[in-house]
Every structure is written in structure tokens, then in C-alpha cells.
């Protein structure tokens, strides 16, 4: 009798428990490119990324330019930086919604069934969306440069905050992908996100400067973890400096991964 016929029932599951790191990385890097090709498909599913920077920024600009700074021009160094990290923080929700619309639609049943890590799926779909954060980042970036908004920190600066924007998201977007796999909807993920997101997002400094809100909402400000990574943008675009709000936000990203990675993971293995 052949070896294969000697395997017993789920020997088939406890050999992709045990699939090498480098195979893992292989079969993530693969589903990430499935969920491009989804995007490729379906480019509707672009539009919060290439229309929400547009809008937001034209809006934002001119109703609260010449109220709070004087006129359009001074108030691009504020709002652009913090544009920016509310609609790329704010697309991180996509993660978890899709998330749960796969497992829902029995997509990664399905993956159970392929020889690959049984962490590709989810691996994929947070490495997938990074490309959304960087369309979301470029366009921003883009609008504000056709708007008159000229970076004193030169290019490479631009860059450096464009990476910490897109890896402190990437670094949220674990805590949506926990929402998709525990929740039992996606209109659900999508409502518990955005609860959490919009006080955060509103409730800092991203549109107006924290010297103008009373007092006792000035210390929430403060603590805000979107306070910081907005100020650290600020500094790298208009700059040129690295100050110490960069090395809270790049602390804050990594205790979010090491806490809400190893809950993910769990709460994904068990319901896959």
C-alpha cells in the first residue's frame, strides 16, 4: 500500500500546520497577488481610496482654510499631513470588512483544501492592502501639490513620512482584520470601526491646531495616538525633522502588531 493511501484523516491539515516559514511567505506573498487581481476585476473597489483624498481635501481646504489660518495656501502644510493619515487610517477598515465577506461567501473553506500555510489568506489580505494605503497616500500627496502645497522638507522626507503613514496603518489594520473574523457581519466590522476610528480621527490635530479646543478636550488631543503620527508627518513634509511623535507612532504600530497579530491568528485558526 502507497504512503498515500497509509494517511490518515486530517494528516492533510497537521502538514500545512507545519509548512515552513519560507513556503508560508511564498503562499502569502501568492494570496496577496489574488487579492490584487481583485482589484484589477473589480476597480470600483479603488474608489475610497482615489476619490476620498480628492473630496476631502477640496473640501476641508476651502471650508476651513481661511477660517483658521487666513487663506488656502497657509493652511496646506496643516490639513495635507493631516489628510492624509485620516484617509489612509480610515481605508485600514477595508481589511476587515472583505475579510469577513470572504469567510462569509466560504472563500477561505475553500483554501482549506489547498496544500498551502493556513495563515496565507489572512497574511495576503493584510499585504494586499498596503497597495490601497500607497494609492491613498500618492493621490493625497498629489492633490495638494496641484493645490499649491509645496513640502519644505524636500522629497526624500515626503517618502520617509509616506512610509510611516502606510506602515502605522498597516500596522491598524490588524485590529479591523480581528474585528473581521470575530464578527458576525460585515456592516458590523464596519460599524464597530468606524466607532472607533471617528473620535480618533476628528478628536486630534489633523484639521485645526489643539491651542483653539477647550481645555479639557485639549488633554484627549494630546494622548491621541493619531495626534502624534499627524505631527510626525508634519514635521518630516514641512521640516525636514524627525522629532519624538515619529518614535511614539512607530512604538505605538508595533505594540499594536504584537498585540493584535497573535489574537488574529488565534481567533482565525479557530474559526478556519
Not at 495635507?80 to 476587515?96: K, M
Not at 490601497?132 to 522626507?157: N, Q
Not at 495616538?225 to 525636514?240: E, F, K, Y
Amino acid at each position: 500500500m502507497s504512503s498515500v493511501m497509509k494517511m490518515k484523516p486530517g494528516t492533510n491539515s497537521r502538514l500545512k500546520n507545519r509548512t515552513s516559514f519560507g513556503q508560508s511567505l511564498r503562499n502569502s506573498f501568492t494570496m496577496a497577488y489574488r487579492g490584487l487581481l481583485k482589484i484589477r476585476r473589480t476597480p470600483e473597489q479603488l474608489f475610497d481610496v482615489t476619490m476620498q483624498p480628492i473630496l476631502f481635501t477640496l473640501m476641508f481646504t476651502y471650508i476651513f482654510g481661511g477660517a483658521i489660518s487666513g487663506d488656502v495656501q497657509s493652511y496646506l502644510p496643516v490639513i495635507i499631513p493631516g489628510i492624509l493619515v485620516q484617509t489612509v487610517i480610515t481605508t485600514s477598515v477595508v481589511t476587515g470588512v472583505q475579510l469577513r465577506e470572504d469567510m462569509d461567501k466560504g472563500v477561505f473553506d475553500r483554501f482549506k483544501s489547498l496544500p498551502i500555510a493556513r495563515i496565507a489568506p489572512l497574511a495576503g489580505a493584510l499585504l494586499a492592502d498596503t497597495v490601497r494605503y500607497t494609492i491613498a497616500t500618492v493621490l493625497t500627496f498629489a492633490m495638494g501639490y496641484v493645490m499649491g502645497y509645496h513640502p519644505g522638507g524636500g522629497l526624500g522626507y515626503v517618502a520617509l513620512a509616506a512610509l510611516l503613514v502606510i506602515v502605522c496603518s498597516w500596522a491598524i489594520s490588524w485590529i479591523f482584520a480581528f474585528f473581521g473574523v470575530i464578527a458576525r457581519t460585515a456592516s458590523s466590522v464596519q460599524g464597530i470601526s468606524m466607532i472607533v476610528l471617528f473620535p480618533l480621527t476628528f478628536l486630534s490635530n489633523a484639521f485645526v491646531p489643539v491651542e483653539t479646543m477647550p481645555g479639557w478636550l485639549q488633554w484627549f488631543v494630546n494622548i491621541n495616538p493619531i495626534s502624534h503620527l499627524v505631527t510626525a508627518v508634519r514635521d518630516l513634509t514641512n521640516s525636514g525633522t524627525v522629532g519624538w511623535d515619529l518614535s511614539i507612532s512607530l512604538i505605538g504600530a508595533a505594540v499594536i502588531v504584537a498585540l493584535f497579530a497573535p489574537l488574529t491568528v488565534r481567533a482565525y485558526m479557530r474559526r478556519t
